[in-house]
């Protein structure tokens, strides 16, 4: 082999390496361009929302739009407040949230601890029922809920929209599951010093379970804040209806002639809570959704 | 003996789920049969002391109801329209950022953010980025003083704006609507789930490709798709039944009408038909629901034996 020959050899690898790296760089460079087109879709409409909000109805109305608000109107809000009845509604959804959110919990947990650790007949056969109607769509369940609360007189109370829904097969599974990993001996343990059931509860399965306790929560107070079918049905009186269906029924529109600034400031104050349970609380949420499939 | 003594205990534990389940489940599911076989039930009806015979009229009724049939046509529309979209599009982002370093848990939390909003809001903000503002007429000489920002994007681009959700809107632009903010809806939870999938796939086979010098593509093909089959299949069934209980993101943007002005009901799908009728025709709203659960049954099960025959464990 010559050596003008090697060299030739070696300046065609050198080629391949620098071409494969072209190769990649260009891959790289596609897939960022890929990523972040698709993340400006995805936040636009927040963005579009947040801006309109501040906007005024003549700047919101020019053909051509501003992609930046000229002027910053804060008034959009005081008056997306007044106009939606927003407090109230805030109010309500609030209330019923935590009352269902604490009800739901002790029942959960009993539930679970019973599931988990204590022993009687037919306890396989129950839970798998259980978890059978798991498979069967709400819908099925809204007609007769609806006859149900009707002859129970319930209609356009907090208790409506509280009672149907404070067992959750779903949050009871969950619980289960995180109590079984509890080794069974510390609970012997308890029963041999002669602590009684609920102290074990409380002192032990419960502060060891949190993070499902609190993904429960998260969920549960997210329920009532985004559930719109349920409450329109039953109790969509001016005091007890709930936020986004007080949210819808404010600005339906019936000519067009919508001040869309003003609603989108009431979007703003109703997405806000969201937000923030998202940034801070958002393992939580996922640790619940990826088990799960259900839209919160 | 400890368990004896723990039997009426685990009872009394259970006693408030078991009561509520009683009443808001079980007997939801004998009562929604029993009302599905009585002709024309209606528990007002029942409450007046009028006796309904039993039948499968409900079902034939709902059946041969001309609304039902749309509602249907619309459901199975977006259903098949919005499941592979979304699993195509977030399968595909899923790839891109598991390929990538910096930035990668920034876009992923981006990604993330649709979950947790509520459908009616959002889709507020979406009705009204598509929303004409003017004398929305769909006269010539109609005066349009915004074209929402769609539009204006569009025309930026040389195209011609489209009336996407006003009075004189095509069907087909409003489906165009729906998809696009049922599919931005449907991403977050379908990246979630796949990239967790790709995350948990062993390096090592990648690393064996690269020995061989096999192509991109065919490692994609070959090793990636067939070991995130399960999440594929699970992320497609979840859609199916998501899709065909499509009701609150029609009513985010065209509002309870379930339809654009001058053509109130349009889009409405099953689970909206179900709701009409659970006023007052219980018996045709529970055949209606019964029937949606079939629909649902059956689409998974087949879902079910495809994917058992196309995934890899």
Known sequence: MSVSELTMQERDMRKVTVKQRVVKIAVQVLLYLFLITMAVIVIFPFYWMLISSVKSLAEYQRAVPTLFPKEILLSNYVEAFKQANLGRLFLNTLYVGVVSTLLSLVITVLSAFAFARLEFKGKNALFAALLATMMIPGELFTITNYVTVYSLKWMNTFTVLIVPFLVSVFYIYLLRQNFMQIPNELYLAAKVDGTSDIKYLWKVMIPLSLPTLISITILKMMGAWNSYVWPRLVANDEAHRLITNGLRNAFT????DVNIPVQMAAVAIVSFPLFLVFIFLRKYIMK?????GIKG | MVESKHSWKAWIYLSPAILLLLVFTVWPIINTVRMSL???YSSMGAAGGISYSFGIGNFKQVLEYKDFLKCLGNTMLLCVLTVPISTLLALLIAVCLNAIKPLQRLLQTIFFLPYVTNSIAIGMVFAAMFNMVGSAFGGENEIIITAGIINNVIEFFGGTRVNWINVGSSYIANIVVMVIYIVWNALPFKILILLGGLQSINKQYYDAAKVDGTRRIRVFGRITVPLLSPMLAYVVITGFIGGFKEYSSIVGIFGDDMGPTGDPGRLNTVVGFIYDALGNHQGRAS?????????????????LYVSKKKTHY
Do not use: D, K, W, Y
């Open chain 1, 253 to 256: 529109e019936s000519t067009g």
């Open chain 1, 288 to 292: 619940g959704v990826s088990r799960s």
């Open chain 2, 38 to 40: 009585l002709e024309g």
């Open chain 2, 287 to 303: 055949a209606a629901a019964l029937i949606l659960f079939g629909i649902i049954f059956v689409v998974t099960l087949i879902n």
